[in-house]
Nanobody
């Protein structure tokens, strides 16, 4: 059974940092497209970053230079978030897709793909950036 579990969210002041984790069970990251998404109240879910089965990485423009996606050999996905802004406030989710082709298009919802094309989702972790 595939399960994703995010952790590491919290409240931080603007300019601060948080590190999110996503622990996986039932599969190995090396075989999947993995993505971080976020959804703010009243807004659609949007892709933040991805790492594919070959290790290729991509970021949304609004987090480039501030966020870093990575994974370890223990089946944990990470999102290091630096220089946080109030507009980064959202629920953050990790998601996985198998066999993981077109990873960037899936995570960034390039037509015809959308969030619904990711196979598995975690429950989310809240990130709040406020002074």
């Amino acid at each position: 059974q595939v399960r994703l579990a995010e952790s590491g969210g919290g409240s931080v002041q603007p300019g601060g940092s948080l590190s999110l984790s996503c622990a996986a069970s039932g599969f190995t990251y090396s075989s999947a497209c993995m993505g971080w998404y976020r959804q703010a109240p009243g807004k659609e879910r949007e892709g933040v970053a991805y790492i594919d089965s070959d290790g290729r990485i991509g970021y949304a423009d609004f987090v480039k230079g501030r966020f870093t996606i990575s994974k370890d050999k223990k089946n944990t996905l990470f999102l290091q978030m630096n220089s946080l802004k109030p507009e980064d406030t959202a629920m953050y989710y990790c998601a996985a897709d198998f066999p993981g082709g077109q990873c960037g298009a899936r995570v960034f919802s390039v037509a015809p793909y959308g969030p619904e094309d990711m196979d598995y989702w975690g429950q989310g972790t809240q990130v709040t950036v406020s002074s």
